[in-house]
């Protein structure tokens, strides 16, 4: 093997004359008889290489062998092109190479598939050669991009003094959040590692430590029942920070964003960025990670309807829930009676008994099933309460509250998605405040943080914890960019009073605590600077600015919704000899040639 | 909670007449009544604060209140200290801060140890309360060395074309190499996981991809018997690369060495790299990653001595092994008979059966137990084979030549450490090369890779891979620095039937290589392009670099010598229902308590 002089994409018309020495793939070959083309790839591009009968008779021998993705070295020399054969789609395409000498590194069998963007490759067909799928240009160019983010993230908190330091992936399980991995330890018989669902712990112990600026982009783990949009491992950028308060860092990662999307994609972002009260996002789009690229905003008619003949809503009020609405501007003529009766069906996946629905008519009156049961003023005041003009459509839920969001939230999107009501290319970022810090868990009868039960109350609703557990509200903050929930973070609990309160609040008894967080009890007791972080989804951050729908395709060797690797064939069985010195035995039942 | 305007160690005479805002711990107290002084800390250093009674009564009376490591914020005006009170052995030494306002944030109860550098402190408790001993500036420095450490390589190998990928943690178990972790798996009842040991198989997959240069800093996981320099989880520079070859990656990493060496230590490295064959570095030095910061190298005396009268040394001769030894400059008269009687006790940890001395004399003859069984010219002989003079001892070994090497490259070792042999500021670095592809298992009756089942053989050597595997030269290379190995490489077997000719050679069916790595074996037939690459503990290295002689003190949360987590508790005891989940029943007999 020589030494490459150039790669292939950086070869133009000022090298013409050149002698150049390339190393890559066939990307594709044309044989024209005595003159034969091919596309020679490496990772910077392609350039076209001709192999001249004429001129070399042994390269064009050895170039009539080649096949799609051999791998090949070739020295030539760079010509111009004549104009008519200039393809200025491709920066090297003005030039070819005249190749004087060939040497064939590696061959290559048929493929499965063609290594071409455009190709529709089964999934399964793609993780299983995944080597091959990442030889095409979009998902290098995802893993570039998940490479320059990752780069200019840790860039960033270089320059603001933050540190990155490593935290343990065998750690110890935790009864509270999402199903932990486990590792068998064979030293420490009937003992068990976990790995970590994030750095969380640890990295509010560095705080304790007095590092008072870390971060990591860490990985983390949940053995949770697979959704398409999850993955056993996943990437987190964490970060944590001392004397920092909410303030200064909700404007660092605002200026971290904006350095993201300005460096990495071209695009102008405002800053600051948009608050909303976890409140006022349900109540004003039905979701606490609301696309705000288009209104279409959620509008309360319970007052309204609640004394009107349609005993359906009048019921619901009268129960304390709610009626609420969108108003889909300018559907009405193409959305018929059958199409807008079918969206009950939509509603009813997220737990709504039905969907009543009104279309505005030129005339200004309200028309379909239900129009019957408000008489003017009431009709009046609904086309008023959603601004509503002839044309629109207005849609309601009427139910428990938290039902009405997440119906009317999901047809929102479904909407602004059908009526292509944003720019893909618009990066709206907003941050969702004061989320409740505790729900009521109905199964176990108990009290469950709605983030972790590290995150600090807001200050006035301290007292609460003891009172009414489920009105306090928490110093935690979502970061969201067009409807994902990028990441979240609080400030912390740093005294070790009020994180007892907190357990007890969890319906920890005091030994459990102890026993489950001692350590972090303790770290508190010997002086714990007042800290707060927050950390973001790498993956689903990469996915966006690479324009990608699926997670999967942003990791270089993801998971299946079955958390199989279909490349290495991950799980796989183990010895019996493996088991015995873990101190384990298997109750699976043995399969057939097991 | 304010925000800061200065961290404590910026502060200096510049600052004179200004009033900050300051947060932070409580270094030292000294209460000289009126006058309360502070050394108030953060992670920038520390400065003196000053609490005055007489001209504010009610800080100072907070300030009778605080303790060692409280956590407070105060603000004050910088004065200049008298002349008699600078202190120059600190930056701020120059200035104090005259406190008019002051936040006690989080208290501190006595701690378990001075956050002092000089304290010595059991390891045991320095693990448990890990937050507390890393706050202790030389903990703090070393972490920063890790950090900076990482970023520097990272910037280096970005600037270099490399990309970071990262690659799956939880994987398929492989049965060449150490112990693997296991992580049962959930949905796939029987089934397991494994932790990487490396991203080997990946990394050599992504050069399949195309991505040509590769590397990532990565967590890996051997569950092997712990020794004392041994931690359960390791983190390791991890590179490969396409098209590159063996003498431009080493040249690479030597300019890395260069950059890392001389950004971090101000110390100047020169190139190239001294290198030395496997074989020359055990004849020489008995070690393959010797210290190069001193002589002292191991000489052969086989053919001198093979007739003389000692019966040890000619009958070792006959047998085929040899007799070696050292020179240890001007000790004679420091070394009594006993003295160098005693070392035969050193010998004999390393298999050796004893070791034999000789002093040279004043008058050039030779003293010592066996000095009877050598006549004038081989005296002489022996004198001149070391290049020895008056005053010098030697120490000889008889025995197999592994266990010759063994033997003298640790006396070397100790030697040089207890005569001060070497600068310790000095870097030597140097790479070895030409290790053995395969040594035999005499336990297994097989041939194992001494590297890794995926070295290439060097080109020449590829033949005796089936008529005399153990003289099969590998292309592969360690770095060593100070007696220490940094970390190794290879370049990379990429054709299916080579990598197939290893496996059979390791004892492998075609059954079992296709059913262990089939997926590698498939993806050599796709276009794979030459590649190498090379692996660098990171723990070691910073190590080195902070001046450490323990792993432990280079990671924040290290394991003990029995891979438990003492500050967490890791690994500890799970529920049933946890296991029945994962299909396992534990085979542990129950504890106490239980």
């Not at 509603?347 to 629905?357: N, S």
Request: some cysteine; aromatic content about 10%; proline content about 4%.
């Amino acid at each position: 093997m020589k030494q490459r002089t150039h790669v292939c994409g950086e070869l133009n018309e000022k090298h013409t004359g050149e002698q150049v020495t390339l190393q890559g793939w066939v990307k594709r070959r044309r044989d024209l008889g005595e003159l034969i083309f091919v596309d020679l790839r490496d990772r910077s591009g392609y350039v076209q290489i001709v192999f001249n009968g004429d001129e070399n008779r042994e390269t064009h021998e050895m170039a009539e062998k080649i096949r799609s993705e051999y791998v090949i070295e070739v020295t030539g020399v760079i010509t111009k092109r004549d104009q008519e054969n200039v393809n200025d789609k491709i920066p090297t395409g003005e030039i070819e190479v005249n190749v004087t000498d060939m040497t064939i590194l590696n061959k290559a069998k048929g493929l499965p598939f063609m290594i071409e963007d455009e190709q529709e490759i089964n999934e399964d067909t793609r993780l299983k050669y995944r080597y091959l799928d990442l030889r095409r240009t979009r998902m290098a160019d995802t893993m570039q991009m998940r490479y320059r983010t990752t780069k200019l993230i840790r860039d960033i908190l270089d320059e603001e003094q933050f540190m990155e330091i490593e935290t343990p992936i065998l750690t110890k399980s935790t009864p509270e959040g999402a199903r932990d991995y486990l590792v068998p330890s064979r030293v420490h018989e009937g003992e068990f590692y976990a790995l970590p669902q994030s750095p969380q712990l640890f990295k509010q112990l560095l705080m304790v430590s007095g590092f008072e600026r870390y971060y990591q982009i860490a990985r983390c783990f949940r053995d949770e029942d697979l959704r398409a949009d999850r993955q056993p491992e996943f990437t987190q950028v964490d970060i944590e920070a001392s004397f920092m308060g909410k303030e200064n860092l909700l404007s660092m990662m605002e200026s971290m964003m904006v350095r993201l999307v300005k460096e990495l994609k071209g695009v102008d972002v405002e800053t600051p960025f948009l608050r909303l009260t976890y409140h006022e996002a349900m109540e004003r789009f039905g979701s606490d990670k609301p696309d705000l690229r288009f209104g279409m905003e959620l509008k309360d008619v319970s007052e309204i309807v609640k004394d009107s003949s349609f005993k359906v809503f009048a019921s619901t009020v009268e129960r304390g829930d709610a009626v609420k609405g969108i108003c889909v501007k300018g559907i009405g003529p193409d959305y018929s009676r059958k199409d807008l009766d079918a969206l009950s069906s939509f509603a009813e996946i997220y737990g709504a008994k039905g969907l009543a629905w009104l279309k505005v008519e030129e005339n200004g009156a309200l028309k379909g099933p239900i129009a019957k049961f408000f008489d003017e003023a009431k009709a009046q005041s609904i086309i008023e309460r959603f601004e509503a003009d002839a044309g629109d459509v207005l849609l309601f839920v009427a139910d428990k509250r938290k039902v009405a969001y997440d119906v009317l939230g999901n047809l929102r999107n479904k909407f602004a998605k059908e009526l292509n009501l944003f720019d893909p290319e618009d990066f709206n970022f907003l941050w969702v405040t004061e989320f409740p810090l505790l729900s009521y868990d109905e199964d176990h009868k108990r009290y469950v943080a709605e983030h972790h039960p590290f995150t600090r109350p807001v200050e006035e609703d301290v007292e609460l914890l003891t009172t009414a557990p489920e009105q306090v509200r928490a110093e935690a903050y979502d970061l969201v960019l067009n409807g994902y929930e990028l990441g979240g973070g609080s400030q912390r609990i740093y005294e070790r009073d009020l994180q007892e309160k907190m357990f007890t609040a969890l319906g920890f008894s005091d030994e459990e605590a102890k026993a489950q967080f001692g350590f972090l009890l303790d770290a508190f007791e010997y002086g714990t600077p007042p800290h707060g972080g927050i950390a973001l989804g790498l993956d689903r951050l990469v996915m966006i600015l690479a324009e990608r729908t699926n997670l999967r395709d942003t990791i270089a060797f993801p998971k299946t919704a079955s958390a199989n690797c279909l490349l290495t064939n991950a799980p796989g069985g183990v010895s019996d000899a493996q088991l015995d010195e873990l101190h384990l035995k298997s109750t699976a039942e043995k399969k057939n040639g097991d």
